[in-house]
């Protein structure tokens, strides 16, 4: 693919650039226009204000922005944060000062409280000078085993100068794959841009930097209700666990069932949900899942214990918004207890940013943790909080156990502790919506289940890893959201216990329930069904690919597809195997596994792509078909592509330059997608 000249930028601070990747091109919409000289007079701006503008995912930009604005307050200059989305646009041509702060996800794409401010900033009718006031910088997050890395961060610069903006700093891209992660390009980068904006704008004389012994306001309090009693009833409002979010649906757990070995080392579920709202819109192939994870009560319990608020934990309280650019997050209700918030809201058992550790030393009296807190913090000390934190998943809770004189004042655990992100899942079936039959909970008295209701309903397939690893800690390490996923009970589950028993229940579970989101893929068919299709989806990548051939064959009759699938050992985790054999005894399916561990030399997707070479070719050049791939992004992706070259290369009879060529044409055209995960 060729390359824009001032797009290609390198990333600074030692971040490596990877030969492959693609650089982005702004595209217009045809919109509005910023009104750049408006006629109404505006008063004068304050030359030291700084515009901190976020577009983040998973938190991670946002609590780099929101701690950039703590030190430029530190510095006196008057610092204000907000999600691009969030932002009253109409003010953007005041801001003289501004600070972008973007994440990436999915495939190169824009957070979600980044895409209406980016697709304001697209309009056509935005005249060239229409910035020409505005003074920015802009620091990407990303990840460079992704093909379009730090997309956002790089078109969002690019169209800015477009739009008149001058840079009074240069841009940075930081990259996940370095060993310190965000903040190996961070911490260079932020002091390099304190030294200019202070040369720029001097701190007044009769001031003086404020000392990071000073800790900063609070941005929520917990204000605890004068009465004990009604724990959430009479005069005051209930208390929920979360406000319902628009696009939010309720899902009820149907199936949540380990489809690998038990004897095997990766423990993957084949989770089934139903949504039953006739407001449901349904999904497209390709689409994903998220859903917001909860913490699970046992851990709650003993953090409660540990910090000793056992005893206040069931207590109803309010939150109290201390800053007028730090709101609520509008899924958090106000009225709270303080169980209810390490469950539902606070992710306490995640590893912890470096804003973590900031925070945590004006909440020790203790001298010599205060002096190993400042040093992790320091650009001395990183290498030491990587190895002591970051390089085994040392998680938040751990930290707290190792700093023992840590007392955390509860107005400050809304700072010190990141919100609970929701989670992304690729969709594993086709989207339908009739009349299904599903077991109704409701006893018939004597504790079995009753009748089979019939509901117009909608059902989802996830196909989920568990997050479960060792490093040299002692405990195994988890994730938040599959650890809560793996014990869900299920309908199904419900069902089969009380047929069972066969006698009254008096406490029967109930099966799992909880809202999702409903997000658009980037991986697309074909218009055409009577296209070929090949899909490439090693381990858990084969759940869109399900998606996707399920679409293909049951809604629309295709005969044309292939599935390279890998896993480790047939007879452990070759996922939905019964499925894929049935389809190709049909003749709707070629099916070709790599099943790495079941012979002397590994197998990989990769060979097998290449063993098929004419069939990959024929697909791909004489029939003018599809391939998609999908899984993880460490080696995999890279190794296809290396394979699709020498496929090309060879049945083509060009060149591996060549070929590569003409795999970057086929993908212009979408005829090669990649979606890949870390």
Not at 255 to 280: A, C, G, M
Not at 409 to 426: Q, T
Not at 473 to 486: A, S
Request: a negative charge; charged letters at 25%.
């Amino acid at each position: 693919m060729s390359q824009s000249t001032d797009l290609a930028l390198a990333p600074h601070h030692g971040q490596p650039q990877q030969a492959q990747q693609q650089h982005p091109q702004p595209q217009q919409q045809p919109e509005g226009p910023i009104h750049a000289h408006p006629s109404d007079p505006i008063s004068t701006p304050n030359p030291r204000r700084i515009l901190f503008l976020y577009g983040s995912q998973t938190g991670c930009a946002q609590d780099v922005a929101e701690n950039a604005a703590r030190e430029a307050r530190r510095m006196h200059f008057s610092a204000a944060v907000s999600a691009m989305d969030d932002y009253d646009r109409s003010l953007l041509i005041h801001e003289n000062f501004v600070v972008f702060i973007a994440s990436t996800t999915g495939q190169g794409e824009e957070p979600d409280n980044m895409k209406r401010f980016w697709k304001f900033l697209l309009r056509k009718s935005h005249p060239s000078d229409a910035l020409d006031h505005m003074e920015f910088t802009v620091f990407g997050l990303g990840d460079s085993s992704y093909l379009k890395f730090n997309w956002p961060a790089k078109k969002l610069y690019k169209r800015l100068l477009q739009l008149g903006a001058r840079p009074f700093y240069e841009p940075a891209y930081a990259d996940d794959q370095h060993y310190l992660g965000v903040d190996g390009t961070l911490g260079p980068w932020l002091s390099g841009l304190w030294n200019v904006a202070l040369e720029k704008y001097p701190i007044p004389p009769h001031l003086e930097i404020i000392s990071k012994d000073v800790i900063f306001q609070n941005s929520f309090s917990l204000v605890f209700d004068a009465s004990k009693d009604n724990h959430g009833q009479g005069e005051h409002e209930a208390i929920l666990d979360f406000n319902q979010e628009p696009g939010t649906f309720t899902a009820t757990l149907i199936k949540n069932k380990r489809i690998t070995h038990p004897t095997h080392s990766q423990d993957v579920r084949h989770i089934e949900l139903l949504i039953k709202d006739p407001t449901f819109p349904g999904y497209n192939p390709g689409d994903v899942l998220n859903m917001r994870p909860r913490n699970l009560e046992d851990d709650v319990n003993e953090f409660l214990e540990y910090n000793g608020w056992t005893s206040i934990a069931d207590d109803p309280l309010t939150i109290v918004q201390n800053l007028p650019d730090h709101p609520l997050p509008r899924h958090i209700p106000h009225r709270q207890t303080l169980r209810s918030l390490l469950t539902n809201h606070l992710n306490v058992f995640t590893t912890p940013r470096t804003s973590f550790f900031q925070l945590l030393v004006h909440f020790t009296a203790n001298e010599d943790e205060k002096e190993k807190l400042r040093d992790f913090v320091s650009p001395q000390g990183q290498d030491d909080l990587y190895s002591y934190c970051h390089r085994v998943r040392r998680t938040t809770f751990e930290v707290l156990r190792d700093f023992r004189d840590v007392k955390i004042p509860l107005d400050y655990i809304m700072d010190l502790f990141p919100l609970i992100m929701p989670r992304s899942f690729s969709i594993a079936s086709s989207s339908w919506t009739g009349v299904q039959e599903q077991p109704s909970l409701a006893g018939n008295g004597n504790g079995v289940a009753g009748k089979v209701e019939r509901a117009l309903e909608c059902k989802v397939d996830l196909c989920v890893a568990i997050v479960h690893y060792k490093t040299k800690l002692w405990k195994w390490r988890t994730g938040v959201c599959t650890r809560w996923l793996k014990d869900l009970p299920s309908a199904e589950e419900v069902a089969s216990e009380t047929l069972i028993t066969g006698k009254e229940v008096t406490s029967p579970r109930e099966p799992a329930q909880f809202s999702i989101r409903i997000q658009r893929g980037t991986l697309k068919l074909p218009k055409d069904p009577h296209v070929p299709l090949i899909c490439i989806g090693p381990g858990t990548g084969v759940a869109p690919m399900r998606s996707f051939l399920h679409h293909r064959i049951y809604t629309q009759g295709a005969t044309e597809n292939v599935l390279f699938f890998g896993c480790r050992k047939r007879d452990m985790d070759y996922h939905y195997r019964e499925e894929w054999e049935q389809l190709e005894r049909e003749g709707r399916l070629k099916v070709f596994a790599a099943c790495s561990r079941d012979q002397e030399d590994k197998v990989y997707v990769q060979h097998l792509i290449e063993q098929q070479a004419p069939l990959v070719w024929k697909v791909l050049d004489t029939q003018k078909g599809t391939i998609l791939l999908s899984g993880s992004s460490n080696r995999m992706p890279t190794d296809v592509m290396r394979a699709l070259h020498r496929v090309i290369a060879s049945q083509g009879q060009m060149s591996i330059e060549k070929a590569s060529e003409y795999l970057n044409k086929v993908e212009k055209e979408g005829r090669f997608q990649q979606e890949c995960w870390a």
